[in-house]
């Protein structure tokens, strides 16, 4: 039987109908554990999911009654059928999923058109990268000519939308170069903020290994995982006794267990646990995640950025995250396209950081930012009249 848990209730969010069902629900196509790690202990969200990455937990979800799996028909019936009050979707430069966005988008106008109480939409938007640029390498049509498309499809989403948070000033800066003043809507201004994605400090006291650093991460060239061990013999060659953990899964396992054979500095954990994760981060002094722009995907975020910052970690990445500035100015290390020489120069300049752990998390806020977003996103808007008519 599922358990239900009875954590109290947030004041600040939208109250429910006295039944103790819950009134606002979250649609992820693609879910990953840490999604639903976040709601585990409520009751106000309904999460929704249809696949899920390899880092999932079918244990923890089929444990949580108010996480379902779902098809894209099952979740109109259940927005339609279940009346919520507001429904967080996917961000709209999601491409792909545009499609299911306008049937949302749709089916939220129609549920007011009817006289029915409106599901309000709200998003979390993190993309970074131009989103004319990514088409454009696909399909080859004038630049002016894609972006008038994006923002044709694009409209009856934003006009259905709001609140916007924005996990980065950059993605923040991405909506507003394609779609222009209001993010395309003229009528009326949806609501927008910036909570930063930066983690609060994790409760960790281990003591660190400072000759340690460590990759988390899908084993593929975008995260620059072939860079990271081209680079790692001239660490050797200046603190010769690094080690190098290497934490993850994906395409590129075959080069990484050849390159862990002829480096004994060098380990490998596959498919690794939540547990195994945490250790090896509170344990490590740096983590190094070298982003690779590709012609479709850029770095938003980087939740082993997010993971390692919590744990107190020196943190030696490229400029593709959306994290950059933030990261430079509190003296981590933000590479642009860096060669071989470069990248192993950080990785020595970050294992010989004399900053303690205590001292990098005193940085961090207070409280999670994606948790700060939540708040902003599930409470009353202060104005009715944001609600389309």
């Known amino acids: 039987m599922n358990r239900r848990l009875t954590a109290p209730r947030r004041p600040s969010a939208v109250q429910g109908d006295g039944s103790g069902a819950p009134t606002v629900a979250r649609f992820y196509p693609v879910a990953r ?10 009751r106000e969200i309904e999460f929704f999911y249809s696949s899920h990455r390899t880092d999932w937990s079918e244990s923890l979800a089929s444990s949580l009654p108010n996480v379902h799996r779902v098809n894209y028909s099952q979740l109109l019936w259940q927005v339609w059928r279940r009346k919520f009050a507001l429904l967080e979707i996917p961000e709209p430069l999601a491409l792909p999923l545009i499609p299911k966005l306008l049937g949302l988008a749709t089916l939220a106008r129609l549920s007011r058109l009817t006289g029915r109480s409106g599901t309000r939409l709200v998003t979390y938007a993190i993309e970074n990268m131009d989103a004319v640029d990514k088409l454009r390498s696909k399909l080859p049509l004038p630049a002016s000519v894609i972006r008038a498309l994006l923002r044709c499809a694009l409209r009856p989403v934003m006009r259905e939308l709001t609140k916007i948070a924005f996990g980065t000033p950059a993605a923040e800066h991405n909506y507003a170069e394609l779609l222009g003043a209001n993010y395309g809507v003229s009528s009326v201004r949806v609501q927008s903020r910036i909570f930063l994605g930066l983690p609060a400090a994790s409760q960790t006291t281990v003591a660190r290994e400072n000759n340690q650093a460590c990759f988390v991460g899908s084993f593929e060239d975008r995260k620059g995982i072939r860079e990271l061990l081209d680079a790692w013999p001239e660490v050797l060659l200046a603190i010769p006794n690094a080690k190098l953990e290497i934490l993850g899964q994906g395409p590129l396992e075959g080069l990484v267990h050849t390159a862990a054979r002829k480096m004994a500095s060098v380990e490998t954990s596959l498919h690794p646990s939540r547990e195994t994760i945490e250790r090896t981060l509170s344990l490590s002094h740096v983590l190094i995640l070298p982003s690779v722009r590709t012609a479709t995907w850029r770095e938003q975020i980087g939740l082993p950025i997010v993971e390692g910052l919590a744990e107190g970690c020196e943190v030696i990445t490229t400029d593709e995250t959306g994290l950059a500035n933030w990261l430079q100015l509190n003296d981590h290390l933000v590479l642009t396209k860096p060669t ?10 970050g294992l010989s950081s004399t900053r303690t752990a205590p001292e990098a998390k005193s940085l961090l806020p207070a409280i999670d930012g994606r948790h700060a977003a939540d708040q902003w996103l599930t409470r009353e808007p202060p104005d009715s009249s944001i609600l389309r008519g």
């Open 33 to 42: 554990l840490v999604h639903i790690e976040r709601i585990r202990d409520s």
């Open 340 to 349: 071989r020489a470069q990248l192993a120069a950080a990785i020595v300049m």
